[in-house]
């Protein structure tokens, strides 16, 4: 049985995390940390944590755990993985974005580069039931040789267009992007949170891939409605092949082959807690064999993230940006500066 945590434990996704070991065989959330006392005692209260920290180093050094669930703003990601590699923690599930800045980017790519500690990012849709049956369906080629992909989200990239990213990444593993086209607009999600999502209020990229094809990217309120959806359950994605289509939002499915469709709705809050539990019983895969890479680790993550940098550069500097790209430093505050 692995020894699991969580910090972070506010009013975001850590009931979410923690709902999902109802589902989970191999591991036990034990343990929590928050710098908030209430939100710490109500939330042990709620999942029956008996070990309750106000400092996560503390947890870190006396529990010896195997996994931990890091529901933290961006901007203390490194501190909590060089924490975890300096005590011994064998792996941490990170929430996106795994980044704000070219800076931080730079030094998370320098710890990832000598790191012993196995890390993933929390994109856990890609193992939502429903969307993990079209990824299959489409990796056995049931579509016919991919054209292109078109994916939307409708908040900001720090907030939901990562996981547009991954999810076109998914329906597209072994590629690599070589190119971004992007434009930006609005800067209201450049305004400092303690969320630190600090990203241009929609954007829309055009990503070229080393075989040629091409993925269009659009993210904020101007991305196309779906139907059923706030801005906070917009998210979705489609893809076009020789021999028909997959599409997919957080509540509905379709895939044509060859004139024939299949299509159904799914309830999204269902699909995600069976898609976390999936995604951390992947990590406990990992652990116990290192050749089980998880498919969201840490470097495929730097991949996406580097292309969101691109976009950033690509539309402050309007052109076409090669990947991986070395942005310079201060993308955030250089768009603040033209948006603002």
Not at 114 to 133: E, G, Y
Not at 285 to 304: E, G, I, R, T
């Amino acid at each position: 049985m692995y020894k699991c945590a969580i910090i972070g434990v506010g009013p975001n996704r850590s009931r979410g995390l923690a709902q999902a070991y109802r589902h989970i065989e191999r591991g036990e959330l034990l343990a929590a940390s928050s710098r908030t006392p209430e939100h710490l005692a109500a939330f042990a209260d709620e999942f029956c944590i008996e070990k309750r920290y106000a400092d996560y180093r503390e947890m870190f050094e006396r529990e010896r755990l195997d996994l931990v669930h890091v529901n933290t703003p961006p901007s203390v990601r490194l501190e909590v993985m060089e924490a975890a590699e300096a005590c011994g923690v064998a792996a941490l599930v990170v929430e996106k974005p795994l980044a704000i800045d070219g800076e931080d980017y730079r030094a998370i790519r320098s710890f990832a580069e000598s790191s012993s500690v196995k890390i993933a990012i929390n994109h856990q849709l890609h193992f939502q039931p429903r969307r993990l049956a079209l990824q299959q369906r489409v990796a056995a080629g049931e579509i016919g040789e991919i054209r292109s992909i078109d994916a939307s989200c409708g908040m900001n990239l720090a907030y939901q267009g990562t996981h547009a990213l991954q999810a076109i990444g998914a329906f597209l593993p072994g590629r690599t992007p070589v190119q971004v086209l992007a434009q930006v607009g609005g800067g209201d999600g450049l305004q400092d949170t303690p969320k630190k999502h600090l990203a241009p209020d929609s954007a829309l990229a055009v990503i070229a891939y080393d075989d040629g094809l091409q993925a269009h990217l659009q993210s904020g309120a101007t991305a196309p409605e779906v139907g059923r959806e706030g801005i906070h359950t917009h998210k979705r994605i489609a893809v076009y092949g020789t021999r028909g289509y997959v599409h997919w939002t957080m509540w509905s499915w379709q895939i044509g082959v060859d004139g024939h469709i299949e299509a159904g709705a799914h309830e999204y809050g269902a699909e995600d807690i069976l898609g976390q539990a999936q995604m951390t019983e992947a990590m406990f895969d990992w652990l116990a064999d290192d050749a089980l890479v998880h498919p969201l680790n840490l470097q495929s993550a730097l991949v996406d993230f580097n292309v969101v940098l691109g976009i950033y550069t690509s539309a402050l500097e309007r052109r076409p940006v090669d990947l991986p790209c070395d942005p310079a430093g201060g993308l955030i505050d250089r768009l603040r500066a033209e948006l603002v």
